[in-house]
């Protein structure tokens, strides 16, 4: 059934949207992983790359209610929580003394209904001041558009001060699905995707490189997952600003919508799939936090070249009943990755090897 699909992919020819309906509903995860794994070793070898990082999540105060997300609350709701840049800072410092720090902040949080534009910018210049060499990895196009919307500022000029002030790349979330008869159900009030993939191209177009990311596994269904793949690859085709691309697993614990978390098959098929379609992409990210530290060592056998890093302190994920780890040392991801039969490689934020 899928040797069409295989002549197509070993002959480097870019698949089609009904080539990706076949491969959704294809059964043969073997052939599947066999043809991602080819994609993934002619574009990247044998390695897999991890990163020194730390998530911040400045608070979880939120203008918004999307109905899949547990992490959210309203100010004065019982767990809500703001953090001072003191606190942020705070947050970094144990890597001054550290012999192998972070080299990578990745910041993200809610939409906070008090909070100037300037909170932002002073808590990166902050940081910078305070960590000169870190990475700032910060803001999803959500985030991006809010600023925008309670500076009186464009897009583009928000951006600009946000480089400005130390911001080097920005993290792939907000993303969802696109389909809007999905997004409405999930979250209506949230940026569109035609203003997702408006941000990320403004963004692109400033110098600034992207991740973009997939929540799939709640209400959307494969053709829905295929238009979100086709969009991305295609904006890629556009700027070449998207670095990684990163299936998200939905997490139903503490969410409005409810419902199951993935199964493991549907969550190695979504990495294949990811890869096969994505021909563009230089890497897909096996997201541990979300898809457990074996199915993310197995991912690497399916597509997948990175499986993030150390990551620290996860909040938002373990909000929504994340099984895994909140943070791993460099050493077991290390483990992780060699036991997978790959080769480990330390990276920076540009996928740059780390000696």
């Known amino acids: 059934m899928l040797q069409n699909i295989r002549d197509k992919v070993l002959s480097g020819q870019r698949l089609s949207k009904e080539d990706a309906v076949r491969l959704f509903e294809s059964d043969d995860i073997f052939t599947l992983g066999k043809l991602a794994s080819y994609v993934a070793k002619k574009k990247n070898g044998n390695k897999a790359y991890f990163i020194r990082n730390i998530h911040i999540n400045p608070t979880n105060i939120c203008v918004n209610r999307c109905k899949f997300c547990a992490f959210s609350r309203s100010k004065g709701e019982a767990g809500a929580y703001e953090l001072s840049i003191k606190e942020i800072i705070k947050k970094l410092q144990p890597q001054a003394s550290s012999l192998q720090p972070f080299t990578e902040v990745h910041i993200t949080g809610g939409l906070h209904p008090d909070w100037p534009f300037e909170y932002y910018l002073k808590m990166l210049s902050k940081i910078k001041e305070a960590f000169p060499k870190i990475h700032i990895k910060a803001f999803t196009a959500t985030e991006i558009e809010y600023f925008a919307k309670i500076s009186g500022q464009s897009i583009r000029n928000v951006l600009l001060e946000l480089k400005k002030q130390g911001l080097n790349t920005m993290p792939g979330?907000?993303?969802?699905?696109?389909?809007?008869g999905v997004r409405n159900q999930l979250c209506p009030e949230k940026l569109s995707s035609y203003g997702w993939l408006a941000v990320m191209e403004i963004a692109h177009k400033a110098g600034i490189k992207t991740n973009a990311t997939?929540?799939?596994?709640?209400?959307?269904?494969?053709?829905?997952?295929?238009?979100?793949?086709?969009?991305?690859?295609?904006?890629q085709d556009m700027t070449n600003g998207f670095q990684a691309f990163i299936p998200l697993a939905y997490h139903p614990k503490n969410t409005e919508i409810g419902g199951s978390y993935s199964s493991g098959i549907d969550d190695l098929k979504t990495i294949a799939i990811s890869r096969l379609i994505l021909d563009n992409f230089s890497h897909i990210k096996a997201y541990w936090i979300m898809l457990g530290e074996k199915i993310s060592q197995l991912a690497l056998l399916f597509g997948a070249d990175d499986i993030d890093g150390t990551i620290i302190e996860e909040k938002i994920t373990h909000s929504a009943g994340a099984l895994s780890s909140k943070g791993l040392a460099a050493d077991e991801l290390k483990n992780m990755i060699k036991k997978a039969g790959k080769i480990p490689v330390e990276r920076d934020s540009f996928y740059r090897k780390v000696h």
């Open 173 to 180: 979330g907000g993303a969802e699905i696109f389909d809007m």
């Open 214 to 235: 997939m929540l799939y596994g709640h209400i959307e269904n494969y053709e829905q997952r295929i238009d979100h793949l086709l969009r991305l690859r295609e904006l």
